[in-house]
């Protein structure tokens, strides 16, 4: 994650979202749909009686929202400036260290950096970046009607939007550019890396926070139900899990095996010495049973959904924990072995993405999951990446507690100094410390823990 997310989170941490309720959604979907619907682009949605307000007055739904979808002060804009970031220094020569001549039309590009809209109606610009069709679905069918009072979420899903306020659909459709996918053009192939693209990091709760433009008011909960933040933050952590073991086989044609984009970016770059004094910087990890020298499965969320398995499916948590050592042992073996402890771990994923979609997760459940993630899990940190989630999860889970009205908002916020220096230890991948940093974390676990 860039440092400026990082920013971010930290100051989310005081924002605190309005009071939520638990309740069922939907069972999941594995990922977003292949949109065929035509997109229309953002300038149908910026009418000033649609979504172009320059204030949230809007009866029901702010009507500002694009508005905050273009802001260019704030991370709430983020995806109106994905296009353009491609016209700027740093884009540019990554474009020349692949040879791409135009990295702003390459499809390499545009399909993350822009709406991969496969139909466009006359308003749709490239410029517009990731617009609002990119998320709820392209609104040919729907456009019309969505507004009319009388329109319940319930036919504006049955004529072709996007049911975002479903985590695992919310999940699906964020992944796809948010860690990959398989249509064109989706995944940031560790030689796009290589040329000097930032590392893609991802939590769904967080994330949609970072660039939310909705109320989860009484209104919307009447609408659409509230999922919470600890669901989401599961269901995602899941879904990730199941994305990555998804998009393994096709990405492992080479002769060097999976792109190393899957792996723990860690377990590569690092500094080596041939000085005997020198001392050896990898630490050994009980949840990866590997020789040394073998790359890591970046297993960040794997870490998460252990602690979440434990918490909220614990008949599921033993063959989780057992099935993802097995998958980072057969990484080191024949292929066939490997894709197959890939397709079992997988297999498990998607169960726990159901039963998280189903489960109510109630506030002695945050705390034990708080627990399971800065705790019992510590041993999982040696490296930067688990770390990284780690405190993520820790941000995302408070703050779940304060938005239920679970905890007093100010017995949080005095947890707030661990949490900027958990973030602070996690902002550098080059100067990981983890001794330090599982310290940060067992410093949070404890004030966590007094606050039950
Ligand atoms: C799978 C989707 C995906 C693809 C493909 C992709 N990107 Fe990105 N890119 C992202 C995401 C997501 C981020 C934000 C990463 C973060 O901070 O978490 C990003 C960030 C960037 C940034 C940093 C932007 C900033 O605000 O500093 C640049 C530059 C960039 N990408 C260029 C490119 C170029 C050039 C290509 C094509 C060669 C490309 N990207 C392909 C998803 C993608
Ligand atoms: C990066 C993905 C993304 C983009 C881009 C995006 N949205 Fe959203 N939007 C969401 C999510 C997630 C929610 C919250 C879940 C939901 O749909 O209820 C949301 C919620 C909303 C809501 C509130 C819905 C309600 O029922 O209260 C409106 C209105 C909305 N978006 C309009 C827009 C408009 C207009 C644009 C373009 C300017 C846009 N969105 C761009 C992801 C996105
Ligand atoms: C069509 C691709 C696409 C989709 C879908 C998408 N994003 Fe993004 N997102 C991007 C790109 C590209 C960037 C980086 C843009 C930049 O830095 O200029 C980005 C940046 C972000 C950032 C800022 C991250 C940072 O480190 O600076 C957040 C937060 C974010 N997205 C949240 C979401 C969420 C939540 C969803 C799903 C509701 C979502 N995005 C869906 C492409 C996408
Ligand atoms: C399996 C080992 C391996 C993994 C895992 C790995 N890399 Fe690499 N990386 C390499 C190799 C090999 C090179 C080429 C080094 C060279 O050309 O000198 C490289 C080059 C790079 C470079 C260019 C460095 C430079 O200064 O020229 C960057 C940046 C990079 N990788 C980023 C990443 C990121 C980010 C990740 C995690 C998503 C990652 N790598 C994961 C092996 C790996």
Aim: net charge positive; hydrophobic share 45%.
């Amino acid at each position: 994650m860039t440092t400026v997310a990082l920013a971010a989170c930290i100051s989310r941490f005081a924002r605190f979202l309005a009071v939520m309720a638990m309740l069922v959604l939907g069972a999941p979907a594995v990922s977003a749909p292949h949109d065929r619907a035509l997109h229309q682009g953002v300038a149908t949605c910026a009418g000033s009686t649609c979504h172009g307000r320059q204030e949230a007055t809007g009866p029901r739904v702010r009507q500002n929202e694009v508005l905050t979808w273009s802001n260019p002060a704030s991370l709430t804009g983020v995806h109106s400036r994905a296009w353009k970031v491609l016209n700027e220094p740093r884009a540019q020569a990554i474009g020349k260290r692949l040879g791409i001549a135009n990295v702003a039309a390459s499809a390499e590009c545009i399909n993350c950096h822009g709406d991969p809209a496969p139909v466009r109606g006359p308003k749709w610009q490239q410029s517009d970046g990731v617009g609002c069709e990119a998320c709820h679905g392209g609104s040919v069918n729907w456009l019309a009607s969505h507004a009319s009072v009388k329109a319940s979420h319930a036919d504006n899903m049955a004529k072709g939007m996007w049911a975002m306020n479903n985590p695992a659909v919310r999940a699906g459709v964020c992944l796809d550019c948010h860690f990959g996918s398989d249509k064109p053009g989706q995944f940031v192939f560790h030689r796009i890396m290589a040329a000097g693209h930032p590392r893609v990091a991802f939590e769904l709760d967080l994330f949609t926070s970072l660039q939310s433009h909705h109320d989860e008011d009484a209104d919307y909960r009447a609408r659409k139900g509230v999922a919470g933040g600890v669901k989401t933050w599961a269901v995602g952590q899941a879904l990730a899990v199941e994305r990555a073991l998804s998009l393994l086989p096709a990405a492992s044609g080479s002769v060097t095996g999976p792109d190393y984009y899957f792996f723990d970016c860690r377990s590569c770059h690092r500094t080596f010495s041939d000085d005997p004094a020198a001392p050896l910087v990898a630490r050994s990890n009980g949840w990866r049973p590997i020789p040394p020298g073998q790359p890591v499965w970046n297993d960040e969320q794997m870490i998460m959904l252990v602690a979440a398995a434990r918490v909220a499916a614990p008949d599921l948590a033993r063959s989780l924990e057992s099935q993802s050592r097995a998958f980072h042992a057969a990484l080191g073996g024949d292929r066939a072995g490997a894709m197959k402890a890939a397709a079992t771990l997988k297999a498990t994923a998607a169960n726990l993405a159901k039963r998280f979609a189903g489960a109510s997760f109630d506030r002695a459940q945050t705390f034990a999951l708080i627990d399971a993630v800065l705790a019992a899990n510590a041993g999982a940190y040696t490296d930067y990446q688990g770390g990284a989630q780690a405190v993520m999860a820790a941000d995302t889970l408070l703050n779940a507690l304060v938005a239920a009205g679970q905890v007093d908002r100010g017995a949080a916020l005095a947890l707030r100094p661990d949490l900027d220096r958990a973030y602070a230890l996690a902002r550098d991948a080059n100067r990981w410390d983890a001794l330090a940093f599982r310290a940060a974390l067992g410093q949070i676990a404890a004030r966590a823990r007094a606050l039950k």
